[in-house]
Structure formats: C-alpha cells, structure tokens
C-alpha cells in the first residue's frame, strides 16, 4: 500500500535536507564546545573549507544554489526538545551530566552564524566567522553538506536500477569489511565517518551493519544523532582545532609552546578516565611528548592521527615507559586513514602491549571506491579548520608535513618553537 | 511514517502465501492447458515432483506442514476477474483473443484438484491424479513452492543484515550478468525462471532488473502474472509434457512413432507464427528431425532443450537446409542450463545463421551460488513431470539420458521405436 500522507508530507519540502539536526554532528564537537564555551567564549575565529584533494572540481561537481539552501537550512534549525533531553540526561562515557545546565541553555538557542560562500577558479571558498562556541559548530555539517551533495551529483544522472546495485555493491563491500573485522579477537572499533559519509542515510546503515556484524566489537558512533536514535555509545574526545586556537592566541613563544599543554590542562579539569586521551600531533609528536608535564602521563590514552601510526604508538609506548607508566594499561586509539587491513594490522601489532582502539572514518563511511566509472564516488580529503584567532594565523605542523597549515612564516617559527626538524611525507587520500 | 494499516493487514495472513495467483504460471502452460482442453480433455494423468538432485534432502529442509498450507493456499485459488480480462483481452504475441472463450469460461470456475503428499525418506512424495488440463496446471506453482520453501528454510537462520547483505550480493551478481549480456549486440533474451526462481520476489526483481538493463533485448517472460503486472510480453510454447502424454496415449508402436507429430500438428491448427516452434527431444531430436513430415520444416523455429545446444543448433541448421528452408529465417531457443557465458557464446556463434534467442531459467532467477556458507541456497534441478496417462506409464528419453524418465522396459521400447543409439550423457546441473 501506498502511503500517501508520506508521499505528500515529502512533496512539501523545498529541498531534500542533507543535515536535519544540530546533533548530527561529531560528539567531540559538541565536548569542545561545552570547553571552548567555558574557557575560551569570546574568542573570534574563522573557519575555512579547504579541499586537499584540488583534482576534485568542487565548484564544478556541486551547484552553488543547492549548496547554499543546504547551508542556509543549517542555519535554520535549532536543538529539538528531544535531543536536549538527550544531552542532557543521557549517559556519556560513564557520566550523566556531561554537559552542565549553563552550556544547555546557550545550546538550546543557539542557530549557526552566517556563512560566506564564493566560487574561486573550479573550487570553493567558503568561510565562517564569528565566536568560536558558535563557529566551530559549522565544520562538520559543513562537509557533510559538501561530500553529499558531491555524491548526489554523480547519482543524480543514475537510473533507478543502477541506484540499486551501486548500493548493492557498497554493502557487500561493507559487509566483507564486517567480515573480516569480526575475525580479529578482541578488536575494538568506533565509527569516526560523520564528516567525509557517503550520505547520512549510508552512514546510518554503516553505522548499523557495524552494530549488527561486531556486536561488542562494535564500540559506537561519533555522530550523536545515530547514536540517540540507535541508542549507541557516543564516542570522541578532542581535536587539533583546541592546540590550534590556543596557540594562535599566544602572545610570546613561550606562551605558544606551552598553550598544546594548556589545552590539556583546562581538560583535564572537566574529564576524566576514557575522555582523557592525548592527542599529540598538533605540532609534532616527538616534541611533544618529550616536552609534555608529568600529570599527562598519567592520562588514560593517546590518539595517533597522522604520520605512521606504528611509530606512533611505539613513540608513545617508549614515551610511557621512560616515565615510568606501565603502557599495557593505556589506550592508543588510531584514527588516520584507516582501512580494515590497517585495523587488523595495527591490532595485531599492538593489542597486547596496549589497549587498542580504532576511530574508522572516511573508509568505513563512504568506501565507494571502484563502483562507478571514473571513480567520480571516491571519496576525497576535504577538511574544514580554524585559519584565525583573534585576527591571528594559525597553524598545523601535524605529523605528516602534506598536512600542514598556516602561512610560511609562521609556519617556520612553529617548527622552531616545537623544535620540529625533517619530517616524513605520507600520502594524504582521505 | 508507519503504515499501519499494511502492518495489520499483514498480521492477518495465516501464512505468507508463495503462490498468490493462478497465474502466477508459465505462459505455456497456459497455452498448453487450452489445447489439452481443446484435443484431450478427459486424459487422466499423474504429475510427480522428481528430485533429480538427490543429495538435497528435500523433506529434511521443508517442513511438511509448511508445504501443506502452501499446496493448500494454492488450492483456494481461483481466476481473479483482472487476470481473466487480461487473459481474455491482451495482445499475445501479437494476436488477440489467444484464448478462447470457452477455454476462459471453464478457467474462470477452475480450482485445482487435490495433492498426495508423502515424505518418504528425505526426500518427498507428490502426486497430482486427475484431468490432464488440471492437474497440468499443479506443475509450476509446486516447483516455486517448494524451491521458495527451501530458500526460506535457510534464510530464516539469518539476521537481518546478512539478509540485506545476501541480497545485496545477488543484485550484485545479477546486474554484473545484465551488464556481461548489454554488450552482446542484437541478443535476445526472456526470462523462463519462474519454476526454479529463488522466491517470487527475487524473480520480479530479475525480471525488472533485466528489463531496466537490457531493454529491447529483454524480449520478456514466462511468468505471466509479472508480465501482467509490469506490462511485459508474456513468452512461451509448449513442453514435453504434450508428446509424453500423446505418446503414452498410444496403442501401437506406429501410433507412438507418429505421437509427437500429431502433438505439432494439433497445435498447427490453433497457432501460428512464433508460436510454431519445435521442441524435438523428447525422443532424440535426430530421429525427430529425420521423420518429421515437410509440412514441419516451415515451422518458425526450434527449441533446445537438453543435451550439446551446439549440437542440437547444427542439427536443426542441417534439417533446414537439407530441407531446402533458408535457416538465416528460422529461429532457435536455447533453453537449457544457460548462464551469460553460454549465452554470449552461443549467440556469437550462431547469430547471423539462424535467428537466435534465449530462455533463460535458473542462473537467471536463483543464482544464489557461493552465497551462503554450504552453498545452502545453491539451486538444484527438481522437475514435477507427468508419470502416467491414462493409467499408462510416461517416457521421456531426450538428447541428455541423465534427463530420460520412464520405466526400463518402455524406454527400451521407446528407443527402439525412436531410433535412438547411444546418447552423450551430461550433467544435469538444474
């Protein structure tokens, strides 16, 4: 039987909607925000779209009329009752109250800032300004808007069968990854695919096959919409956009050296136990972690995000045991390019010395690739970063020199003050 | 949004019902069936179901009660008034009013008659005793019910996911077959899978697959409630089972040799066109072809139906030829065991010299091979044949004695009769 009332109800949409909720985004957006909110409210930043993967003609794969509805439709929601209640009463990483009444009632009004969008050559520019709490909300609907209107551009000009088997043949790809990922003892594997999914409907079957496939295997989601609807574990921690922000409001060099530990320092007053996870790589591991204050070893974990992960991991197992740690009880969680060959190569080699565990992104969400001619579904690097604070620069080094942002100068002056020398060039595909 | 209503409606069924249409059959049959009512009505036959694959162990994986409700569904079946218009109204191949009105009048009022049902080792015993132009009509609903049951029987271990993933790998699967055969130039192919199909479902889906893919070269079905149902031609001729109950029917062993001739020439009274075509195994194709009368060799076409499909073509090449017909103006269907190697091969070998085309059955609506572990939906060849006749027993030898039935005494007869010799044996996959 046709339902007709449901046919009708989608006529009435002006557009078909890519992101529908303000909590369709990555949980550790939304813990940053809580941090930002109380340590840092005033600061001014502007994000940048940035497509690393320049072969990929954005502004010539999405038109600039639907972009901007998406955009605009963004700005229009605001948190439902229902996802606050969420929020609010739900329990994250063993806490109730994660997020404290003051930050929920700021939540609860807050609409996303303006945006500006301009086409440049075959790309896009597009930019958001405005307070960092509020500003940093934009990055990742803002890729997610991207990556899918990118997809639904190669699917629009598909007939209705070849739709079916191109979905046909993602699952299967999917589920032989299930496969192969459930033979691994003891694997632990979160979804991290919100930002680069296919679609959000294939990051919700994603994130279901996973679910069904791993079982406990299967940690949870990073994206908090599914996993309120699907009732899962909500999963991240930090990222780099905190060093950088911090970093790029220090006024001396000695202020900028310490500002990756201040981060840290203001997190480790809100969290605790599993939120409590180190990620190094801003502006060098090794520098890093060698210039890191006692209390940080004694934090639950390390997230190894760029560069080799093997030297990674061996980089901070050597790092915990000089400080007299014992690394078995710590967690390294992978979160770079992962494949689930790199999954089960990386656990094999780690699991035992230390906890284990894997933020699968972009390969888990939107692996299209080789299933439709010229690859035009393969997914990409796009990346969504603070480029100012405070009308200052900022800056990535990271672990992998193809990753790194800012300008020239300061970029120099960075790798002084970290003492970052040669580094090794790795591939960035997604 | 939840459509109730359907959910509810759905509760209300006693059993999800295989079979929901009388003719939900092949289109020969039906045609068939109006030509038995015209020339033998007051036959008694007996149909059995025949498990040529005798290491499925039948009654292990369908549960006797199951069949009984499904047999029973079946028979509480009757024309519905749309399917009668249809039948009564539609242009078949090319002509109207294929069926006649008092062949529809008495369909109109048919129910089947009654099964003998019987589990007998692991396999099952299942008869159908009647007039020949009922109990005709038994054979195709029980092979898709049981081969439906069979598929259920597996997939009722699975979850919901390696549901969705198994089918996602049949469309997979399909689609990589569609894709193969679109390059062929000039193929034509139909869809003759509705005894063997998967489920009925999987065999709609094929079908929409194959017309959406292949277009003009997807010349349609068998199943005459899909062609029904999606407006597609609904293809077929006529079986074997017209010269084994003629030649069951005869007294002398003159009679028997000219039993499949007085077949043919019953139906040259009632059809024309491409509804003349040969089917000349029953008894070795190569006396077939050397006794046939000439009035025969100006029939449209031949169909292929067991043994070599290249022997048989240049068997019924040089008949023509021999003959003094032109074969570039004649037709061949190959119809046996066909995947889309054999197809493209075939067509590549004989296009040009003959008019080509294919009926495809099993590999096209139950390839579910190396889908599951055991192979436990692999298809296998399960026939329901006529027996006896009028309290005589049936023979059937064709151009495979893998495929020949009968008991000893009269397949030696037959042979003998038929001129048969020595015959190639190949297996019987489905």
């Known amino acids: 039987m046709v339902d007709i009332a449901a046919r009708v109800h989608n006529h009435k949409w002006k557009i078909d909607p890519?992101?529908?909720s303000l909590i369709d985004t990555d949980f550790y957006k939304l813990l940053m925000c809580q941090s930002v909110f109380r340590n840092r409210p005033d600061t001014r930043v502007t994000f940048s779209l940035i497509n690393r993967s320049k072969h990929i003609p954005l502004a010539?794969?999405?038109d600039e009329g639907e972009l901007r509805e998406q955009l605009d439709h963004i700005r229009s929601l605001s948190l439902s009752r229902g996802e606050s209640t969420w929020m609010r009463g739900n329990m994250f990483y063993g806490k109730r109250q994660m997020f404290n009444p003051a930050f929920m009632d700021w939540f609860?009004?807050?609409?996303l800032p303006a945006y500006?969008?301009?086409r440049v050559g075959d790309q896009y520019e597009l930019t958001f300004e405005g307070s960092w709490p509020e500003v940093m909300l934009w990055e990742i609907p803002a890729l997610a808007v991207i990556m899918e209107l990118r997809s639904r551009s190669v699917l629009h000009k598909m007939e209705k069968f070849e739709l079916q088997v191109l979905y046909a043949r993602a699952m299967t790809k999917l589920w032989e990854k299930v496969e192969t990922l459930r033979e691994v003892p003891g694997v632990r594997i979160a979804d991290f695919g919100t930002r680069r999914r296919h679609s959000f409907l294939w990051q919700d079957w994603c994130v279901r096959a996973m679910h069904e496939?791993?079982?406990e295997?299967?940690?949870?989601?990073?994206n908090c919409l599914i996993a309120k609807n699907r009732d899962l574990e909500a999963i991240g921690t930090n990222a780099h956009e905190l060093p950088m922000v911090y970093a790029a409001l220090a006024d001396t060099d000695e202020e900028l050296a310490r500002a990756p530990y201040d981060v840290l320092s203001d997190w480790h007053e809100e969290h605790e136990g599993n939120l409590r996870i180190i990620l190094p790589d801003t502006y060098g591991t090794e520098g890093f972690l060698k210039n890191a204050p006692d209390w940080l070893t004694r934090w639950t974990g390390i997230r190894v995000d760029s560069g080799d992960p093997a030297t990674g991991a061996e980089m901070a197992i050597k790092w915990w045991t000089d400080r007299?740690?014992?690394?078995?009880?710590?967690?390294i969680i992978f979160s770079d390019g992962l494949d689930e060959t790199k999954i089960a190569d990386l656990h094999a080699q780690f699991s035992g010395r230390v906890r284990v565990s894997f933020g699968w992104g972009t390969y888990l969400t939107n692996d299209f690739r080789g299933l439709v001619p010229n690859d035009a579904l393969a997914p990409f690097s796009l990346v969504c970063k603070p480029v100012s604070a405070n009308g200052r620069p900022t800056v990535k080094l990271s672990d992998n020199p193809k990753k790194a942002m800012g300008p020239q100068d300061e970029i120099a002056r960075y790798k002084r003050v970290f003492g970052v020398g040669a580094q090794e060039e790795f591939e960035v595909r997604v």
Do not use: A, M
């Open 18 to 20: 890519i992101v529908r």
């Open 217 to 222: 295997k299967f940690v949870g989601t990073s």
């Open 324 to 331: 007299g740690e014992d690394p078995s009880q710590k967690l």
């Open 116 to 118: 500006h969008l301009e």
């Open 213 to 215: 496939g791993l079982g």
């Open 108 to 111: 609860d009004k807050l609409r």
């Open 60 to 62: 010539d794969l999405v």
